[in-house]
């Protein structure tokens, strides 16, 4: 060791520089702790803003960690009325789950109650929310009767025009038939406008009903494209007999669909008619399938004038019809029919006749 190492004026110094240096580190540290509490005050305030607001919800809150109950309000314990942190979470038994994913229905002797539970996950914990939904969905339904009611009322009224000129004509006939000084000739002639009165009338009866019952019953897995050509045979001799050409594509496609077969077929056969209806001869009908990755698509495409601008957005209600031989009621039972097997139907305009495009979810290939 040198001599100037060990002169008292080098470590005096020395000695200053490390009481400076350590000043300044415990200046460092005091700020430092004054930042840590400040942050820790700022932290336990906001924990129990957090914490108030969760007591305050009136939705029931749970926090999981590795589905462990951590934390939770007091609103859960009233779907939970023995909740306790630590404990592992689970749906009660007596829960039955509805036909909503994450909705379930709890009976009692005094009430049943329907509750929503929202698991919100994020990494190893998950927030669960539990809500009363049982007066949303009464006021829904309150809702959806009062909307059938009013519907009944305004079909009810159709229904009293559509079947009032027809049978006030088959009490005229009828009353003919009863008059003795007609001979039977005419009495048989009277009969047959009666009966077509009639058969006229239990149309309109089988076609309401059907409008009405548009649940598919037998569902079976059938092919898209049979149904448009069980629809094309039925609709081409009609076809050919008023000189129109009926052009089917149906791209030898194997799409499948969950339906009621009959039904379906009978709801292309209604659009198919209503393009009929307005096609002239020499005039064509296109009938074709198409598909993407999730659905298949039907469109009938005609050539006759189009749809008047008045009834192009209220083609598919009932009794409305452009046709004086027509109940009006073809086109809502198809798509009725069509909305029952979660599909759609559209129309629109083209240059020349109109267009019906059918969306139908697509289930499976062969």
Known sequence: MSLESNNPSTLEVAFALFLEESKKLELQQADLQTKIDLLSNELSASNQRITALIKAMPAGVILLENQIIKIFNRAALQFFPHLKAEQLFAIP?????????????????????????????????????????????????????EGRLTAMGKMAASIAHQIRTPLATALLYSSHLCDLELDDTTKEEFAQRLRK????????????????????????????????????????????????????????????????????????????????????????????????????????????????????????????????????????????????????????????GARFTINLPYIAEL
């Open 93 to 145: 038994m007596n829960w039955d789950p509805s036909i909503t994913p994450g909705e379930y229905l709890i009976h009692s002797a005094t009430s049943n109650q329907t509750v929503q539970v929202i698991r919100i996950e994020e990494e190893f914990r998950t927030i669960i929310q539990i809500q009363d939904i049982t007066q949303n969905i009464l006021s829904h339904q309150k809702s959806q009767q």
């Open 197 to 352: 009165q009639l058969l006229g009338l239990e149309k309109l009866s089988k076609e309401m009903l059907q409008f009405v019952s548009n649940r598919p019953k037998q569902i079976e897995l059938v092919a898209v494209h049979d149904i448009v050509l069980d629809a094309d045979q039925a609709i081409r001799p009609l076809c050919e007999e008023k000189g129109v050409t009926l052009v089917t594509d149906a791209n030898k496609s194997t799409m499948k669909v969950s339906a009621e077969k009959t039904a379906l077929i009978n709801s292309l056969i209604a659009v198919l008619e209503n393009a009929l209806k307005v096609s002239s001869e020499g005039q064509s009908i296109q009938l074709s399938l198409m598909s993407d990755k999730q659905r298949c698509q039907i469109l009938i495409q005609d050539q006759g004038p189009g749809i008047p601008k008045d009834i192009l957005d209220s083609l598919f209600e009932p009794f409305l019809s452009g046709h004086s031989t027509g109940t009006g009621l073809g086109l809502a039972i198809a798509k009725n029919a069509i909305e029952a097997h979660r599909g759609s139907i559209t129309v629109e305009n083209t240059n020349p």
